[in-house]
């Protein structure tokens, strides 16, 4: 591998780690962050890791005007050895450079950004937390940094690496979670960035969101942009249900993300022999097999909501109660191996775990 060189600066003083029973989501960020510039007819340059800081910006940076930014998430976990593993982080590389492609940002060095990521968790290791369900939180993303206030793509930018030890996404933890589908806002549309992880389409999306959460609802499910008619995703996660024992999902049509989680999932069930399959699902077909008894099933998968069964599902005024409002069984297997393999308790036959 080539050896990059990263400048190190180390914080003179530790902050107060966080009690770990007490985990929120994102609220708490470890000693350290790395950091990387881009100059237009340079390139990427001076990678760097620096005590956690803010950063300053000119008022006329473009990010603050029109949003070009892209971002990733993953986690990192130790196991019972000692080790730190880190589960497909290739994938959000991978993927962070499929939204700059979108964005317009110049494609970072994946190889790169992996030794950074591992480097910094090295130094930070003591921040990831080892309670059940716990897990150190990893957030690159990279911002527009040019002043400039012409709709262009910026000739400047930092990609930045921090790391949150965080619990459960939801207040829920991993209880059935409450979901409204939403038949007022769209998400995307194909040809948009519905694709890309770019902070713009989370924008766009909390209006619905506070809305449902006035009426006691987590998130929303989102439909197609065109026709309302066809389920996309959940606000911070992909779908899937189980019907009459075969297990469907959205496939991927130009609107939704590619979850690297969602992946993870169709690839352990395939290994499982269970029925997967990914298609178009309309609510009415959702609503038709809730009615016949045959919808047994809902979950939602993501980074930072792992496996996130879903209890009841709100639609045209009415709530469809899903498994009595339980955990189904295929989703609780579902968690119990994702999280083992990414925990380093349950054997990894795919090769997903990466160790720092
Ligand atoms: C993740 O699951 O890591 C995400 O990026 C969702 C985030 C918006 C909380």
């Not at 994938?91 to 940002?105: H, T």
Request: aromatic share 10%; proline share 5%.
């Amino acid at each position: 591998m080539t050896n990059y060189n990263i400048n190190v600066t180390l914080s003179e003083t530790k902050k107060e780690k966080p009690h770990t029973d007490q985990l929120e989501f994102g609220k708490v960020f470890t000693d350290h962050m790395f950091i990387m510039d881009y100059t237009a007819g340079q390139g990427w340059h001076d990678p760097r890791i620096v005590p956690y800081q803010p950063i300053a910006l000119d008022p006329a940076s473009m990010i603050f005007h029109y949003g070009q930014s892209v971002f990733e998430g993953l986690k990192a976990y130790v196991t019972k050895n000692e080790q730190v593993l880190l589960f497909r982080p290739d994938q959000n590389f991978k993927r962070l450079n499929k939204s700059n492609e979108r964005l317009c940002i110049p494609y970072i060095d994946e190889e790169l950004a992996l030794e950074a990521l591992k480097q910094l968790i090295q130094i930070d290791r003591e921040w990831i937390p080892t309670t059940e369900g716990t897990s150190l939180y990893i957030r690159p993303f990279i911002i527009s940094t040019e002043p400039y206030l012409g709709v262009a793509p910026s000739g400047r930018y930092q990609f930045i690496i921090i790391l949150s030890p965080v619990g459960s996404y939801y207040k829920e933890g991993i209880a059935p979670v409450k979901i409204a589908v939403e038949s007022e806002f769209v998400r995307a549309v194909a040809g948009g960035t519905g694709t890309a992880k770019t902070g713009g389409n989370y924008a766009a999306s909390l209006k619905a969101q506070q809305l449902s959460g006035e009426r006691g609802y987590s998130q929303v499910l989102w439909l197609d942009g065109v026709e309302r008619k066809y389920i996309e995703e959940v606000g911070s996660m992909n779908i899937f249900f189980k019907i009459n024992g075969e297990v469907v999902t959205p496939s991927v049509n130009g609107s939704i993300l590619e979850g690297i989680t969602r992946k993870s999932i169709i690839q352990l069930l395939q290994h499982w022999n269970v029925p997967v399959t990914e298609r178009r699902i309309s609510m009415d077909e959702i609503k038709q097999a809730y009615l016949d008894g045959k919808l047994e099933e809902a979950f939602g998968t993501g980074t930072a909501a792992v496996i996130s069964p879903i209890g009841e599902l709100f639609w045209n005024n009415e709530a469809m109660i899903i498994n009595h409002g339980q955990t189904g069984e295929v989703s609780k297997k579902l968690y119990d191996t994702l999280t083992g393999i990414q925990n380093g308790t349950v054997e990894d036959p795919f090769g997903w775990s990466v160790e720092v």
